[in-house]
C-alpha cells in the first residue's frame, strides 16, 4: 500500500463514479485485514502505529468511496473541479425555483400523504440527478459540469432530510 494513493487505487479501483458495492465492501474487508494492528504486534508499538494509521486512512477512503455523493465530489477534485459547496451555493435558476416550490409544499403540508408525495418527488429528482452525475464523470468526462450536480445533490439531501423531519413530526 502506498500513502500518496487516491482512494480508487488505494482499493484498486477504476476511477469511476459507478462502482460495485459488494466488490467495495469486499475490498475493504480485506484492506482492513491486511492493516489490523494486531497483525503487528510482534513488530512493536512502532509499526502498530503504522497500521493504525492506515486502518485511519482505509476507513477514511472507504467513506469517501461508498457515498455516491462524497464519491462524486472526490471525483470531481481529483480532475480539478473542487465542488467548494461551503462557500460556492451557485445554482442554475431551474434549480434554485424548484428548490423554492418544494420549500412551500413543505411548509403547507398538513398530512402524512403530503410529506410521502413530496419525499418521492424529491426521490425522484434524486435518482435523475445521480443519473446525470455519472454521465458527466464517466461518459462525458465533465467534471466542472459534474460539480454543479454535486451541489444539487446536497440540496436534495438536505431537503429530504427536512422532509423525513416533518413526516417524524407528524408521525408522532
Same mark, same amino acid.
Given at each position: ?26 475490498r475493504w474487508?480485506d484492506l ?50 473542487? !465542488? ?10 431551474? %434549480?434554485?425555483?424548484?428548490?423554492? /416550490?418544494?420549500? #412551500?409544499? +413543505? ?39 459534474? !460539480? ?10 438536505? %431537503?429530504?432530510?427536512?422532509?423525513? /423531519?416533518?413526516? #417524524?413530526? +407528524?408521525?408522532?
Amino acid at each position: 500500500m502506498n500513502l500518496q494513493s487516491d482512494d480508487f487505487e488505494l482499493f484498486g479501483l477504476e476511477r469511476s463514479f459507478a462502482q460495485d458495492r459488494a466488490v467495495l465492501d469486499s475490498r475493504w474487508k480485506d484492506l482492513q485485514r491486511q492493516a489490523h494492528p494486531d497483525k503487528f504486534a510482534a513488530q512493536g508499538a512502532a509499526a502498530q502505529r503504522v497500521a493504525m494509521q492506515w486502518s485511519v486512512r482505509i476507513n477514511e477512503a472507504y467513506q469517501r468511496l461508498k457515498d455516491p455523493h462524497k464519491r462524486a465530489a472526490y471525483l470531481c477534485e481529483l480532475h480539478g473541479a473542487p !465542488v467548494n459547496a461551503e462557500n460556492n451555493t451557485a445554482m442554475p435558476t431551474w %434549480f434554485l425555483m424548484q428548490q423554492m /416550490a418544494w420549500r #412551500e409544499e +413543505l411548509e403547507a403540508a398538513v398530512s402524512v400523504e403530503d410529506l410521502q408525495k413530496i419525499g418521492l418527488q424529491v426521490n425522484k429528482s434524486g435518482c435523475e440527478t445521480l443519473l446525470k452525475t455519472e454521465q458527466l464523470l464517466d461518459f462525458a468526462h465533465d467534471f466542472q459540469g459534474a !460539480v454543479a450536480q454535486v451541489r444539487a445533490l446536497m440540496f436534495i439531501e438536505r %431537503f429530504s432530510r427536512d422532509v423525513d /423531519a416533518r413526516l #417524524e413530526q +407528524l408521525e408522532n
